[in-house]
């Protein structure tokens, strides 16, 4: 059977972070974009992290920063991966000794081969929609028929998902990891037990419908 990977994103307290990781969350994300509502500090961020349990993956999300500042926070938060959602070069990306995701925003097919040639060596590359003025977290889906048949890249699918539309979502598009934040919010930041559960049972769903 397909086990599609799961990373439940903006995090902003541990008591959410430890129960993404009992229902089955593969890894969980803090985001230290200042822009963002779901910003943490760097010592609220810490005790996200700590509180995981072995063999969660901790991914810190950036979006333009400079790299002493990001130097700083890897100091003080044991992340296990970058993610970077803004105008970061493959050598920036690839210059804090973590493995790194490269979020892209998908306005048309061409992007996406366009990041996979840029950013051979990312961990992966996350795909979410292109809307103006923000770096993520939208809540909004893109077109998925917008996705290649086949990338020689690992990837991520994100951008609206949440409990009804998880399903659809991975069977249509094949993908086999995912990234959710705002469609298991009860509030910016605040993770909803119930959504998280049914949202990891869409997972389930669709891992019984995929070709085996």
Known sequence: MSVIRCKVCGMTRPEDALLAADLGADAIGVIFYSGSKRYVSPAQAE?????????????????????????????????????????????????????????????????????????????????????????????????????????NSPWILSGGLNPDNITQAIVQTRAMAVDIASGVESSPGIKDAAKMAALMEGIKRAELQLPQ
């Open 47 to 151: 005790r996200v992290v700590r509180a995981l349990p072995p063999f969660v993956t901790a991914v810190g999300l950036m979006v333009n920063m400079a790299a002493d500042e990001i130097g700083a926070i890897l100091q003080q938060v044991p992340l296990d991966v970058l993610q970077f959602h803004g105008d970061e070069s493959p050598a920036f990306c690839r210059q804090f000794g973590r493995p790194y995701i490269k979020a892209v925003r998908v306005g048309a097919r061409e992007h996406i081969q366009a990041a996979a040639d840029a950013y051979a060596d990312a961990r992966a590359l996350l795909f979410d929609a292109a809307v103006a003025g923000q770096y993520g977290g939208t809540g909004q889906t893109f077109d998925w028929q917008m996705l290649p048949e086949h990338l």
